[in-house]
Each structure stands twice: as structure tokens, then as C-alpha cells.
């Protein structure tokens, strides 16, 4: 089975700073991972789809990538409702997985 | 606005049984897969299973799989959850989520979540 790794599980940053958070698969992919945020006590959100692509209504500052088996989600400007947990997640018929997730918290 | 309203979690002891529901609205629900995920308490997410937007395909994790079942009801645009033989484990808060996918045999991640419903497995 596939297995996702984020790193770091933890980050600490500032308002109006630019974070990144790794998602290292396995195995290729083929761009089939999503990313998804989840505030305290809410359910999650998606982010991007395919890798790359922004879902509707998701601020442009969002962005994701991806470079062989490492998947990157970038958050420009951070704003106070970006501190929250975010998931990776491989979409196969076979066995949906997720990431364990990474907290970004406020510095 | 597409909206989903989860309901039917509850308390139960090991070895019962519940039946989660799922009230769709604001999309052509039967053009759409659905799927169930659950968080347990402090813990990451996890997929449960998958209806296709017929009802023709039905996808489980291993670990519910001949414990749980998923149906769909075109007529009230809601999908359920049967759970059987639940087990300490099972114990998290379940979400319905539209599949991103129109039509064809699903995308498998969801594009919009319900709040979730609490399922608790204890004696």
C-alpha cells in the first residue's frame, strides 16, 4: 500500500509569512493527491486537487506542486484562519490514504 | 450551495449497530458518488467507504469491510452508513463527502464535507 509522509508535523509561523509542508509518497503518483485543511472542530476543506490545481473558492495565495514522489503545499501571506492541520491525500480506488497530518500554529 | 447533514451517531455498546444518514443538497445528488470518512478522536482521517453516483460500485477500507454497508436513496438525496458488529475501534467522528467526480466511477476524495456525527463505542 502507499504510504504518505508529511513533514514537518508541526510548524510554527508567523502572520504574513510563506510556509511550506511536504508530502513524500511511496511510490508515483501520477499528480492523484489533494490537500485538504482542517480547523479545530470543523470538517475538512479541499484545497487543491490534482496537485496543482486550486479548488473553487480557495484564495490564490494556496498553491501546490509537485516533483516526483514530493508533493509541496505553499501558503503565501499567511492569514489567522490558515492556522489549522493540513492533510495530504492519494485518491485510488483501491485504498484512499492520508498523510498524518501537519499543524501550523501561530509563532 | 451544496450542504451535507450527517446524523444517527451515537453512543453503543461493543458488538451493536448504528446507521449513519447523510442529507444532500444544493448539487444533481444522483449524478454524484458519496463517501464516508472518520476521524477518531485526536487522530488523523481515514476512509470508510464509497457509493458510486448508480449505486452500481461500492468500495470498503479492509478494516469495516463485511461490518459496514453503503446505500444511497436517489428519491431523499441521502446516502447511508449501516454499521454492525462495532467494535471500540470504530469510535470517531464520521463524515459524509461528495465525490468530485461527475458521473463515471468516482475520483475517490471528497470536494465538500458534512460537520461529521460522534460515534462512540463503549460499554
Known amino acids: 500500500a502507499i504510504q504518505l509522509t508529511q513533514s514537518p508535523s508541526s510548524l510554527s509561523a508567523s502572520l504574513g509569512d510563506r510556509v511550506t509542508i511536504t508530502c513524500r509518497s511511496s511510490?508515483?503518483?501520477?499528480?492523484?493527491l489533494v490537500w485538504y485543511q482542517q480547523r479545530p472542530g470543523k470538517p475538512p476543506k479541499l484545497l487543491i486537487y490534482d496537485a496543482s490545481s486550486l479548488h473553487s473558492g480557495v484564495p490564490s495565495r494556496f498553491s501546490g506542486r509537485e516533483s516526483g514522489t514530493d508533493f509541496t503545499l505553499t501558503i503565501s501571506n499567511l492569514q489567522p484562519e490558515d492556522f489549522a492541520t493540513y492533510y495530504c491525500q492519494h485518491f485510488n480506488r483501491d485504498l484512499p490514504t492520508f498523510g498524518q497530518g501537519t499543524r501550523l500554529e501561530i509563532k | 450551495q451544496v450542504q451535507l447533514v450527517e446524523s444517527g451517531g451515537g453512543v453503543v455498546q461493543p458488538g451493536g449497530s448504528l446507521r449513519l444518514s447523510c442529507a444532500a443538497s444544493?448539487?444533481?445528488?444522483?449524478?454524484?458518488?458519496m463517501h464516508w470518512f472518520r476521524q477518531a478522536p485526536g487522530k488523523g482521517l481515514q476512509w470508510v467507504s464509497f457509493i458510486q453516483f448508480d449505486g452500481s460500485n461500492k468500495n470498503y477500507a479492509d478494516s469495516v469491510k463485511g461490518r459496514f454497508t453503503i446505500s444511497r436513496d436517489d428519491s431523499k438525496n441521502t446516502i447511508h452508513l449501516q454499521m454492525n458488529s462495532l467494535r471500540p475501534e470504530d469510535t470517531a467522528v464520521y463524515y459524509c463527502?461528495?465525490?468530485?467526480?461527475?458521473?463515471?466511477?468516482?475520483?475517490?476524495?471528497?470536494?465538500?464535507w458534512g460537520q461529521g456525527t460522534l460515534v462512540t463505542v463503549s460499554s
Open positions: 511510490q508515483g503518483l501520477s499528480s492523484a
Open positions: 444544493g448539487f444533481t445528488f444522483n449524478d454524484y458518488g
Open positions: 463527502a461528495k465525490d468530485q467526480g461527475y458521473l463515471g466511477s468516482g475520483s475517490y476524495y471528497g470536494d465538500y
